[in-house]
């Protein structure tokens, strides 16, 4: 069924829409619509809320389209992965060629929406996110780079500069202190699970951090990134637009994201080194989820 899913096939798939759904990659496309709305919210200018509604759409369709490209690039690797030979593709229920189409209509459509809806600017901004993800980090990095995931983690944090130019038009310093932070937290996020899926990318051929320079180093950096991250989750408090709520968030979510990655580094062999880095993973999307939860929250009830 692999082989087959993997083929360029001349006849329609039987896929159900629930596999097109899956082929946006839908975890990923609610943060991308959380950390977008965020943006949308801190903006200082609102447009009217029927096309605030429009825009998030348009974003949150960009993601996916994102989402089904890298699935339509990387369906071999997909393939020979645990945790990812069951996608539509791999799995034989789309084709190649079926979500090339998908993806790249979506991508089109979604840019032209948000042009529409709120302004060009936020709508060049969008492309560039998903040119950026699908060309630089899916067709260039991810298979060439231990950086693949550092330097590609741009794309995933853009979002909610997407949202405040779409309500604005403009860019200025909050937003680009959000992607800051996303950008920062990616590394350690990402390697924490890189650490427990490291057999799945040597056998994919991936150049992951843990793949190609060991466990330890891997572990290294991610106590140095955390350590990093925690002062910069503390800048929009510092900068003066989030209260203190959200300084006292960002302080002890900080330290316990430093905690538990001195937990990783100290715990290397076993299923205490697993847990370890389950943990951390875990509590990496907690971490980023409540920061912008409570950031947004101060703004709407201010």
């Known amino acids: 069924m692999t082989d087959i899913g993997l083929q360029t096939r001349s006849r329609l798939s039987l896929a159900a829409p629930a596999d097109y759904w899956a082929l ?29 509604a429009v825009a998030l759409l348009a974003i949150a ?54 042009g529409l809806a709120a302004n060009w600017f936020a709508a060049g901004l969008l492309a560039f996110t998903i040119l950026f993800y699908v060309v630089v980090y899916s067709m260039i990095l991810k298979r060439r780079t231990v950086e693949n995931i550092v330097i590609g983690g741009a794309a995933g944090a853009l979002p909610p500069v997407v949202g405040w130019t779409a309500a604005t038009g403009s860019l200025d310093v909050a937003p680009l202190v959000l992607f800051t932070i996303i950008f920062v937290w990616t590394p350690p996020h990402f390697w924490a699970l890189a650490l427990l899926k490291s057999d799945d990318y040597a056998r994919a051929g991936v150049p992951m951090l843990p793949v190609v320079m060991g466990p330890d180093v891997t572990r290294r950096r991610i106590l140095a990134y955390s350590l990093a991250l925690a002062p910069t989750g503390l800048l929009p408090w510092f900068l003066g637009f989030a209260g203190p709520i959200y300084g006292a968030t960002a302080a002890v979510g900080g330290i316990v994201f430093v905690a ?30 409540t920061l912008f939860a409570v950031i947004a929250a101060e703004r709407l009830f201010a």
């Not at 609610?30 to 200082?44: C, D, K, N, Y």
């Not at 937990?263 to 989820?289: K, N, T």
Request: with cysteine.
């Open 260 to 289: 538990l990655a001195a937990m990783v580094f100290v715990r290397r062999e076993g299923p205490a080194a697993r847990l370890a880095c389950g943990r951390l993973f875990g509590f990496s999307i907690l971490w980023l989820a």
């Open 61 to 114: 369709l960009g993601a996916g389209a994102s989402g089904a490209l890298n699935q339509w690039w990387d369906a071999d690797i997909d393939a020979v992965m645990s945790r990812t030979r069951n996608r539509p593709i791999p799995g034989g229920r789309v084709t190649r060629d079926e979500a090339f189409a998908f993806g790249t209509g979506l991508s089109v459509f979604s840019v032209l929406l948000l």
């Open 24 to 52: 946006l990659k839908p975890r990923v496309m609610s943060l991308v619509i959380f950390t977008a709305l965020v943006g949308m919210i801190l903006a200082p200018h609102r447009i009217h809320p029927i096309l605030d």
